[in-house]
């Protein structure tokens, strides 16, 4: 069997999750296990939804083109989630279905080009989403993408802007250029997060401190000072508005940027801690800010905070949507919530809608999205196993166990206390351990030996759970102590 180190104190920082084998097996004598899982639905309305536009009928020796996505702001469009491991998942016409070409692997931010089609990137691909499924665009061929690109952008015209911590990347349409950062010239531990390009293919480039635009053949710096935020900013995100402003995601601010006015920062309530962001297709907003959500609509300016265990079953947020409808969508460790501009909700607990559990990485909702959500039904569940073992092999005997969607490093009484789903208990004599009733998803482990807790970091191990059958992890050995 595979044994696979357990990383570092847990309140230390996080390192790569270890990889495992997977085993259908019966689990061992389980042991004496609590769990804490909770889910609430309420369905939304059901609407008359619209159509996709159909592709024009092909001649007979030739497939059929694919179907564009329409996108209309105010009119019902589908939901995408992007999950760890399993790709992209459509949500429309009530159900859930993974898009063919992108229902596996990890990908990264998908956005609406500034073409109006739909774009998804992972680690060495970024293709466009029609009606038909996922379709590279640039990478794996012969317009390969010179560098890992941590964000990119997608022209009118088909151009593509990228950007790497040392590199920014164009891709003209038959061939990719790049610049080194040095060109920007940023000082220490400052790089290029995030571009974006606006209708009028003119180019946007925030590093983490500074926020650039392209005039010609260079690009020109944009003042921030008359915004009034504190610096540094911290700037990781870039969107596009539907009136072809620009926004900035900084660390504490969010700023607006129209044409060649002065720099406005938005006004959310006091300070904050933002993470993640989402901008509708008319213009609403919605931002993680640690354990909350703020909303905004451009229409009435009104601020809408939805708190984690409030306004949306608690769990660690990891992504958010928002639609033209008011509806702001929440990944977390609990699953997917979709909270209404009224407060009621609709919430897919982990394993209650299976094409969805684990962890969700974006969501990108197009118009006022689905005019039809699916019921939750039932929590899907599988078992889980493995052994823990000290460096010299000796196994790690009767000691307590966490398994959870992300145990915590830092934490007030144990790493799984605070998760939405929790499963403890001990190991056995032989350091094995057996929970045989999870619901489908990623988690983590954390166990207690010497008076200190040590973990896992969560999402990567338990990938290949499935309903009504039992995974094995693995050996899981614990750091050496250097």
């Given at each position: ?95 859930f279905t993974p898009v063919a070409g992108a229902d596996t692997g990890s990908f990264k931010r998908m956005k609406v080009g500034a073409d109006g089609q739909v774009y998804a990137a992972n680690y060495s691909q970024i293709g466009r989403i029609d009606n038909a499924g996922f379709a590279v665009v640039a990478g794996d061929g012969d317009a390969r993408i010179p560098n890992s690109l941590s964000d990119y952008a997608v022209a ?327």
């Open positions: 069997m595979l044994a696979v180190p357990l990383l570092m104190l847990a309140c230390d920082g996080g390192q790569p999750a270890p990889n495992s084998e997977t085993k259908k097996s019966a689990p061992p004598t389980p042991v004496e296990a609590k769990t804490e899982a909770k889910a609430e639905v309420k369905p939304d309305a059901k609407l008359e939804a619209k159509p996709d536009e159909k592709a024009e009928p092909a001649a007979a020796d030739k497939p059929a083109p694919a179907a564009p996505l329409t996108i209309t702001a105010g009119a019902p469009g589908p939901a995408f989630i992007a999950v760890e491991k399993k790709g992209i998942v459509r949500l429309d016409d009530g159900k009118g015209d088909g151009q593509i802007w990228g950007v790497s911590y040392n590199a920014i990347d164009h891709f003209d349409g038959k061939a990719w250029t790049s610049e080194a950062a040095t060109v920007l010239a940023l000082g220490a531990e400052d790089y290029p997060q995030a571009v974006t390009v606006d209708r009028a293919g003119k180019a946007w480039l925030a590093s983490s401190q500074k926020l650039f635009v392209r005039e010609g053949d260079a690009w020109k710096p944009v003042d921030l000072k008359p915004a009034r935020a504190r610096s540094p900013y911290y700037l990781s995100r870039l969107e596009l508005a539907p009136d072809d402003s620009v926004y900035a995601l900084g660390m504490d601010s969010v700023f607006h940027l129209v044409g060649a006015e002065p720099a406005k920062k938005l006004k959310l309530g006091g300070a904050g801690s933002y993470s993640e962001f989402s901008v509708s297709t008319a213009g609403d907003l919605a931002l993680v800010d640690v354990d909350k959500v703020t909303a905004t609509r451009p229409a009435d300016g009104k601020l809408r905070v939805l708190r984690s265990g409030k306004s949306f079953n608690k769990g660690s947020i990891w992504a958010v949507g928002a639609d033209d409808s008011g509806r702001v969508w929440i990944g977390s460790d609990f699953g997917l919530s979709i909270v209404n501009a009224d407060g009621s909700k609709t919430e897919f607990a982990s394993g209650a809608a299976p094409e969805i559990a684990g962890e969700i990485k974006g969501i990108l909702v197009l118009g006022s999205g689905p005019a039809t959500l699916p019921g939750a039904g039932p929590v899907r569940k599988g078992g889980l196993k493995g052994t823990i073992a000290h460096p010299d092999d000796k196994p790690v005997a009767d000691a307590p166990i966490e398994v959870c969607p992300n145990p915590g490093f830092i934490y007030t009484k144990t790493p799984c206390a605070d998760q939405p789903v929790r499963f403890t208990g001990k190991t056995d004599a032989q350091g094995a351990w057996s929970f045989p009733e999870v619901p489908l998803g990623e988690y983590g482990v954390a166990v207690k030996v010497g008076g200190k807790w040590m973990t896992t970091l969560g999402f990567a191990m338990n990938s290949a759970m499935k309903e009504g059958e039992v995974h094995d992890i693995g050996l899981i050995k614990l750091a050496d102590k250097k």
